[in-house]
C-alpha cells in the first residue's frame, strides 16, 4: 500500500504533542491530589464561618461541608495517563512506519479513527466537569464572589483548612487548560485518522483495478492487436488504404503516363 509520507507525519506530530499535553494534565492534578491529601478540591461544597461574629473579617475561616466526588478528579487524570500511553505509543508506531515506508491497513485505520472518537467524546467530558468543578470551588473559596479577593488571590490568603491550599488555583488551571488542549489535539487525530482510513480505502480500491487495467492494456502485447483492429475506425481506415493501393496498381499496369494520376491519388 503506497504511503501518504504528509499525514502520517502530521500524525506523529500530533501524538508527540499530545504527550506534552497529557503530562501537563497528570502532572498538576497529581500534585493537587498530593497538597489536598487524596481529596478532590472539585465540587468541593463549604461556607465561611466568623467565629467572633464581627463585621470585619478577622477570625473567619472556611468550613467544607462535603469534599468534591474523586470520580471527578480521576476521571480527568484518566484522560491524561491514556493520553501520554497512546501517544507515546502510537508517536514511536508512526516513526516506525515512515523508516519502513509502510501504513496501517484498511481495518487498522478504521479501528484508529473509532478509538480516536472515543477518546474524544471522553476527554471533552473531562474538560467540562473539570472547568465546572473548578469554578464551584472558586465559589466555595469567594464565598460567590463576595469576599475581598478572587480565587488566584485566595491561594496566598489562609483558609485554615488540613490541606496545602498555596498552589491550587496555579495547578488546576494547568490541568484545565491542558485538557482542552488535549481534546482538540483528539480532535485532529479524528481527522486525520479519517484521511488515512480515506487513503488506504482509495488505495485498495483504486491500486488492483488500474494495474490490471494497465497490464491488459499495455502489459501485454497480444492484446494489442485485438484492441486495434477491435476499433471501428481502424478497420475503416485500412479498407480506405486497401482501396486506394489497388486502383494505384491497377493505373500503373496500364501506362506510365498515369503515374501522376497515381501520385494525386496517394496525396488525397
Request: aromatic fraction near 10%.
Amino acid at each position: 500500500m503506497e504511503l501518504d509520507r504528509r499525514l502520517l507525519l502530521a500524525h506523529c506530530a500530533a501524538h508527540a504533542l499530545s504527550v506534552v499535553a497529557g503530562l501537563l494534565v497528570v502532572v498538576p492534578l497529581a500534585l493537587n491530589g498530593s497538597a489536598f491529601k487524596g481529596r478532590c478540591a472539585l465540587f468541593t461544597q463549604g461556607f465561611w464561618r466568623s467565629e467572633n461574629q464581627s463585621a470585619s473579617g478577622a477570625g473567619t475561616h472556611l468550613v467544607v461541608q462535603q469534599w468534591g466526588p474523586p470520580a471527578a478528579c480521576q476521571f480527568a487524570t484518566f484522560v491524561g495517563v491514556f493520553t501520554v500511553l497512546y501517544g507515546a505509543t502510537q508517536s514511536w508506531r508512526s516513526l516506525f512506519y515512515l523508516h519502513r515506508r509502510h501504513d496501517d491497513t484498511l481495518f487498522s485505520a478504521f479501528l484508529t479513527l473509532l478509538l480516536s472518537l472515543c477518546v474524544l467524546f471522553l476527554s471533552g467530558g473531562a474538560s467540562v466537569i473539570l472547568t465546572l468543578g473548578l469554578v464551584s470551588w472558586c465559589n466555595t473559596i469567594t464565598d460567590n464572589n463576595t469576599r475581598p479577593y478572587s480565587c488566584a488571590e485566595s491561594q496566598s490568603v489562609p483558609l485554615y483548612l488540613d490541606v496545602e491550599t498555596s498552589s491550587f488555583y496555579s495547578e488546576l488551571t494547568c490541568a484545565e487548560i491542558s485538557l482542552w488542549c488535549v481534546t482538540a489535539l483528539w480532535l485532529v487525530h479524528s481527522i486525520l485518522s479519517f484521511l488515512r482510513l480515506y487513503h488506504s480505502h482509495s488505495q485498495q480500491i483504486s491500486g488492483p483495478c488500474l494495474s490490471r487495467e494497465k497490464e491488459l492494456l499495455l502489459g501485454q502485447p497480444h492484446f494489442r492487436p485485438m484492441l486495434l483492429y477491435s476499433n471501428p475506425a481502424v478497420i475503416c481506415m485500412l479498407l480506405l488504404h486497401a482501396a486506394e493501393y489497388t486502383a494505384v496498381c491497377c493505373l500503373n499496369t496500364l501506362s506510365p503516363s498515369h503515374m501522376k494520376v497515381s501520385y494525386v491519388m496517394r496525396c488525397v
